[in-house]
């Protein structure tokens, strides 16, 4: 905790309860644009067990407090160590670690809705991508540029939820959807104007929490089932073999050493990275003062 000031309130995840059944997780970093540290990761998965034992939760909403729902994984500290939870060593360990992650979302027995506006970058994608529905403000910014100088994802959900084509183009550029693409495509249930989302968001969560959480369970199961059986968590398990081998080539071994050689800051780096494709923190639009944090 010690990287959260009190800039951030001294809390990396706030709770609250703002309708019947409802329960609202508020990523807390909005210094580091939500970026998701092992500390911020471990409060998440724990309050959504809590939320998952309460009688009195029947759903939860995930949403990041500040300018974005989250950059993505913080690459300015040494997230090897104090994981939140156990993933045996050996390659591929923090792909295998992060995916295992998020896809015990799924295997919670009540609903988790992901609330994403601004940035929701690299990690923050797989952290939303894991959630049972997504709703997006229409400006909202949804990618993964790490495709660009460092490797695939670690979940590489996107095949499976925009199509070969489009995960293909995802990929080879880094480039972001907005929300309403990410609503056509099949990443997010709706897209709404950012003023909006909360409220919209709200409402669905009351009409999700009216049915009993022992028929909710199995409804969400119903869905998740169908899909393992035509492969999805094979297949982005095994594509956690392939982000690994991807950090073996010399584009990604050159791009992570910069970070201990240079001594360039990680909002530099990744400006750098993006810099001749004009987006994220290379936009006219970005907002510097803000650090880049996620990957």
Same mark, same amino acid.
């Given at each position: 905790?010690? @990287? ?45 067990? =809590? ?29 090897? =160590? ?30 988790? +809705? ?27 910014? +949804? ?7 460092? @490797? ?83 297949? +982005? ?27 360039? @800051?990680? @909002? ?13 923190? *290379?936009?006219?639009? *970005? ?9």
């Amino acid at each position: 905790m010690s @990287s959260d000031s009190a800039a951030a309130g001294g809390e990396v995840l706030l709770v609250d309860d703002p309708a019947p059944g409802v329960r609202r997780l508020t990523l807390n970093r909005p210094h580091r644009r939500n970026a998701l540290n092992n500390a911020l990761r471990g409060a998440l998965m724990r309050a959504l067990e =809590e939320a998952d034992r309460d009688p009195q939760v029947h759903v939860t909403v995930i949403r990041g407090a500040g300018p974005c729902f989250s950059s993505g994984y913080d690459l300015s500290e040494n997230n090897a =160590e104090g994981q939140p939870f156990y993933t045996p060593g050996g390659p591929g360990q923090w792909a295998r670690h992060v995916t295992d992650g998020w896809t015990r979302i799924w295997d919670l027995a009540k609903p988790v +809705i992901a609330q994403v506006h601004g940035y929701c970058l690299a990690g923050g994608s797989e952290l939303a991508a894991c959630c049972d529905l997504v709703y997006v403000a229409m400006d909202a910014q +949804i990618g993964y540029p790490p495709t660009r100088l460092m @490797s695939p994802p670690d979940n590489q959900f996107h095949p499976w939820l925009v199509g070969m084509r489009r995960a293909m183009e995802l990929y080879l550029t880094g480039d972001a959807m907005t929300g309403v693409e990410a609503a056509q495509w099949g990443f997010a249930n709706r897209a709404f104007p950012s003023e909006e989302l909360e409220e919209k968001v709200l409402a669905v969560a009351r009409r999700v929490a009216l049915t009993p959480p022992e028929l909710q369970q199995i409804n969400k199961r119903a869905v998740h089932r169908a899909m393992e059986i035509m492969g999805l968590r094979a297949g +982005i398990r095994a594509g956690t073999e392939l982000q690994a081998l991807a950090l073996t080539t010399r584009a990604s071994h050159d791009y992570f050493s910069r970070f201990r050689r240079d001594g360039a @800051s990680v @909002s530099q780096l990744l400006g750098e990275r993006d810099a001749a494709f004009g987006d994220y923190r *290379a936009s006219p639009k *970005a907002r510097p003062q803000e650090p880049g944090a996620g990957g």
